[in-house]
């Protein structure tokens, strides 16, 4: 009888065993979102958390582009050229330096500062660096401090000038998430990764169950790498939330490739050639309210002689 007992006992602690196990099993690690009314959850592959190894880069040609909100007239003289540009929406009228690098990558870079890149960084960019270009252009009227901003600071820039990261992040994260419709694997980089990590529970991508299957798919379909938004900016969307493993600071922005722009950026006065090409961009009037874009008319003029070029842009 005691036997028998025993044996019941055993069979019960074994099924409560079994059934810890398996409620383990499924809560952390096979479908965790079951257990969850929060969120949805995507398997990552390929975690890791890295240290930054700050990049630069030598400039090879420069383009800063004015964007004049619909405010301002354009000028009548001149030859401008109309189009739809899908590439200015996100920068909230910023003048973008447009830059060619010596290994023939590019960049676009708002001439602001941030935290998070495309951004320069007010650690570098600062009224020391304007000081030390202006000594380039002798005929220049010095700017009072208060009318000091990075505009006239990058309007100096020179050919052979080193853009370097200055990262406000120690760390990376770098992980991939597998495309619902598609299958295929998209490699993401999320700044300021300093986490927790248990290397015995497997990480997962959250989205908010509150948002629409339309919603949560367009996360996926918005990876580009290749476009001069190389980002996703969890702080506009509420389909992206974070990842499952706790994390003591990150940044709002998840990023598609690691570029030299995704830090904020400093200025190296390397380069010893002028030439600086400057685009004057209006916006116009969109009757047709295309949200796919901003109609916009451009003019550009590329600079050699610094004398002209003080008068012209920098004198102004």
Do not use: C
Not at 115 to 128: E, R, T, W, Y
Not at 235 to 263: A, E, I, M
Request: hydrophobic share 30%; proline share 4%; no cysteine.
């Amino acid at each position: 009888m005691k036997k028998l007992k025993l044996k019941k006992r055993y069979m019960i602690l074994s099924l409560i065993a079994s059934l810890t196990i398996v409620y383990m099993g499924l809560r952390y690690y096979i479908k965790p979102e079951w257990f969850d009314s929060e969120f949805t959850y995507h398997k990552v592959y390929q975690y890791k958390v890295s240290k930054i190894k700050p990049q630069k880069k030598i400039i090879k040609d420069i383009n800063i582009e004015i964007i004049h909100d619909q405010k301002e007239q354009k000028p009548t003289e001149g030859q401008w050229q109309e189009s739809t540009r899908t590439d200015i929406k996100g920068y909230n009228d910023s003048p973008i330096l447009h830059v060619t690098f010596t290994d023939k990558t590019k960049a676009d870079i708002p001439l602001e500062t941030g935290q998070i890149g495309p951004a320069f960084s007010q650690m570098n960019v600062d009224s020391k660096l304007y000081q030390k270009l202006s000594y380039r252009f002798p005929k220049l009227q010095l700017l009072g401090e208060k009318h000091r901003d990075i505009l006239s600071t990058l309007l100096m820039l020179y050919q052979g000038d080193t853009l370097f990261q200055i990262p406000e992040a120690n760390t990376v994260i770098q992980f991939q998430v597998k495309n619902p419709k598609n299958g295929k694997l998209q490699t993401y980089y999320q700044y300021g990764g300093d986490t927790d990590f248990d290397y015995f529970r497997p990480v997962f991508f959250l989205q908010t169950k509150s948002s629409s299957s339309k919603e949560k798919q367009e996360f996926f379909d918005a990876y580009n790498p290749s476009t001069q938004k190389n980002y996703w900016d969890r702080s506009y969307y509420s389909s992206y939330d974070n990842l499952s493993v706790s994390q003591k600071y990150r940044f709002f922005k998840l990023f598609y490739s690691d570029q030299l722009s995704n830090l904020p950026l400093g200025v190296s006065p390397t380069g010893n050639t002028f030439k600086t090409t400057i685009t004057d961009t209006y916006i116009l009037p969109d009757k047709n309210r295309n949200s796919e874009g901003v109609r916009v008319a451009s003019k550009s003029k590329t600079y050699t002689d610094k004398t002209e070029y003080t008068s012209e842009i920098l004198n102004k």
